[in-house]
């Protein structure tokens, strides 16, 4: 894709699904890669090295801030620059309004929106002395409609919409874009997770679940974290430089707004 080769990314969330997928399709491009993650990157270190990409692995919890900005700091001091950054990382939580403790509020938003912020902060700046740069925000389908016992997730990926539009609008006439990806149900590690915790919840069984949720998609298929990459990557280029502050949906044709 135009304008990606050369460029320096950090993908947060990178160890594994849609975030290991979209670290993938970036360094396919030609992109430098940072991948950044609570748990191990060596996995995905490799894959990207596998498509020629150089690469480096860096633990980072995102909703700690200092540990951001120092991270930053180094991802930008390793590789020079730092063009395009995608707020990956994130959490799943179904817990009914009233028994949702504050301390597991704050840790959904913290993960799914707060670090968004902060990240932003400590990127821009690099951004601006380039004159370019991308950020790629996953929100989500909830972040656009509500569900029972997900008033901690939905909040959190709908104000990831606001935060998009919000950089979008401030740093769009410094040649920064800003957009969100809305995912539907990608075949992740996360979705499973997420599905035998809805299912047990509704008391029925994983497979009974899966086919309730497949049967509302009308392409037939649940999404698969490439899907998302290759829209990433998309949004990251060049070519997209028109496209600021959308959110945009991956799933099938659920929602249409």
């Known amino acids: 894709m135009k304008g990606l080769a050369g460029k320096v990314a950090c993908v947060t969330g990178a160890a594994r699904g849609i975030g290991q997928a ?8 030609g992109v430098s890669v940072a991948v950044t993650d609570i748990t191990d ?3 995905t270190v490799v894959l990207c090295q596998q498509a020629g990409a150089k690469v480096k692995g860096y633990s980072m919890d995102v909703r700690k801030k200092e540990l951001i900005s120092k991270t ?4 930008a001091s390793d590789f020079g ?42 990127v821009i700046p690099y951004m601006l002395k380039e004159g370019w740069g991308r950020f790629v925000n996953l929100s989500s389908m909830a972040g656009k409609m509500a569900y029972p016992k997900e008033i901690a997730y939905c909040s959190s990926k ?3 919409l606001g935060l998009t539009r919000a950089l979008a609008i401030e740093h769009g006439g410094s040649g920064i874009t800003s957009n969100a990806i809305c995912p539907g149900p990608i075949q992740t590690e996360m979705l499973r997770s997420t599905h035998q915790s ?7 069984t994983l497979a009974e679940w899966d086919a309730s949720v497949l049967s509302t998609i009308p392409v037939g298929r649940f999404g698969r974290p490439e899907d998302v990459a290759h829209l990433a990557a998309f949004l990251a280029s060049d070519e997209a430089s028109f496209i600021n ?10 929602v249409f707004y």
């Open 22 to 29: 979209i670290s993938i399709r970036l360094a396919q491009e």
């Open 41 to 43: 990157t060596s996995r």
């Open 72 to 75: 930053v700091e180094v991802i």
């Open 81 to 122: 620059r730092l063009d395009i950054w995608v707020n990956n990382a994130g959490i799943f939580d179904n817990t009914p309004t009233v028994e949702l403790s504050e301390e597991l509020w704050n840790d959904v938003n913290n993960t799914n929106y707060t670090s968004m912020y902060w990240c932003a902060q400590a």
């Open 158 to 160: 709908a104000a990831v």
């Open 198 to 204: 809805l299912a047990a919840g509704h008391g029925v």
């Open 245 to 254: 502050g959308q959110a945009i949906n991956i799933d099938g044709g659920m």
